[in-house]
Structures are given as structure tokens and as C-alpha cells.
């Protein structure tokens, strides 16, 4: 049975950092693309992020260009976004997903039913 569980969410000031991880079970983790997406009150989900099978490859949406870093450790079946500087706007319910397929220019992150499973998701909170 594969299972996707994200950790790391919480409540953090504006300017401040959070690291969110995603563990992949029941699954070649290393035959995966992976991305993080976020979905806020209200409001669609957004890619915000993928990375290739081998990590050579990432893609970032604008919105958090320059202040999230994405990463992959395959010997231990997980995936990290390092969020810094955060802002409200980031507040989001996040989530993390598995796919058979590329990251090349941010594809999936536009097509989201390229990826096949999916976490529950993890709470990230700004206030200002």
C-alpha cells in the first residue's frame, strides 16, 4: 500500500522559515518526480515546486522563486521544501505528491493529475 505523509507544518512569523518533509512508503521512491503543492482557503491549488527522479531537475512557481528550496534524499524515501522568508500569503494547507513523470519546466506542477499519489497534507500558517 503506498502512503505519502508530510510533516513540518506549523505557525510562523513573517520572515521566518519552516521545513516541510514528505516520506513516500510502498513505493521505488527513486523512480519518482516529486511536488509540493498548496492549496489556501478559498482559494485553487498551486504548484508550487517539483524536482526530478534524480533531484538534477527542479522547477519553482514564481510566487515563492528564491525563498523555497525543494530536495530529495532517495536513500531515505524523502522530500523537503526549505521555505525561508515566509510571508502570509503562504499560508496554506500543503501538499506533497509522487509521479511518474518529469519536472522539466514545471509541467506537472500545471497538469496535476500527472502525479499518482498524493499526502493528506500539512498546515503552514504566517502571521504577519
Known amino acids: 500500500q503506498v502512503q505519502v505523509v508530510e510533516s513540518g507544518g506549523g505557525l510562523v512569523q513573517a520572515g521566518g522559515s519552516l521545513r516541510l518533509s514528505c516520506t513516500a512508503s510502498?513505493?521505488?521512491?527513486?523512480?519518482?518526480?516529486m511536488g509540493w503543492f498548496r492549496q489556501a482557503p478559498g482559494k485553487e491549488r498551486e504548484g508550487v515546486s517539483c524536482?526530478?527522479?534524480?533531484?538534477?531537475?527542479?522547477y519553482y512557481a514564481n510566487s515563492v522563486k528564491g525563498r523555497f528550496t525543494i530536495s530529495r534524499d532517495n536513500a531515505k524515501n524523502t522530500l523537503y521544501l526549505q521555505m525561508n522568508s515566509l510571508k502570509p500569503e503562504d499560508t496554506a494547507m500543503y501538499y506533497c505528491?509522487?509521479?511518474?513523470?518529469?519536472?522539466?519546466?514545471?509541467?506537472?506542477?500545471?497538469?496535476?493529475?500527472?502525479?499518482?499519489?498524493w499526502g493528506q497534507g500539512t498546515q503552514v500558517t504566517v502571521s504577519s
Open positions: 524536482i526530478s527522479v534524480s533531484g538534477g531537475t527542479t
Open positions: 505528491a509522487a509521479g511518474l513523470t518529469l519536472c522539466s519546466g514545471g509541467y506537472p506542477l500545471r497538469y496535476p493529475y500527472e502525479y499518482n499519489y
Open positions: 510502498g513505493v521505488n521512491f527513486d523512480d519518482y518526480s
